[in-house]
C-alpha cells in the first residue's frame, strides 16, 4: 500500500484560523484512505509553522490527491498557505533485511 505525506507552511499567528480548514481537508481524504492524521513541527521558524497532512494505506492515489485539492481550494486552505504545498509518497518495506533489496 502506498502512504501519502503532504506538508505546507503557514504563518505562525494564522494556525488557529487554518485549523477547521486543514481538517476540512483531512476529511475529504478520510474515504481514501484507511488512516488520517494532521501534524506539526514542534516549533516556529520566523514565524512560519509547517503542518504535514498524513494518509496511509491509499488504495487510489489519483483519487486522493482530486479530493483533496478540491478540499483545499473549497474548504478555505488555500489563502492561509504561503507557498504550494508538496507531497510525497511512499511505501512500506517489509520487515527484516529483504526491504532493502532491489
Not at 505546507?8 to 483531512?26: G, I, N, T
Not at 514565524?47 to 494518509?55: D, F, L, N
Not at 508538496?86 to 511505501?91: A, D, G, M, P
Amino acid at each position: 500500500m502506498h502512504n501519502l505525506y503532504v506538508y505546507y507552511k503557514l504563518p505562525q499567528d494564522r494556525r488557529a484560523e487554518a485549523l477547521a480548514p486543514a481538517r476540512r481537508v483531512l476529511d475529504a481524504g478520510r474515504a481514501w484512505s484507511a488512516r488520517v492524521a494532521l501534524l506539526a513541527r514542534p516549533a516556529a521558524d520566523n514565524g512560519v509553522v509547517t503542518w504535514m497532512e498524513v494518509y496511509e494505506d491509499v488504495a487510489d492515489m489519483p483519487a486522493l490527491e482530486a479530493a483533496l485539492a478540491e478540499a483545499v481550494q473549497a474548504g478555505g486552505l488555500a489563502p492561509l498557505l504561503l507557498a504550494p504545498r508538496r507531497s510525497e509518497v511512499f511505501v512500506d518495506l517489509p520487515a527484516g533485511p529483504a526491504g532493502w533489496e532491489g
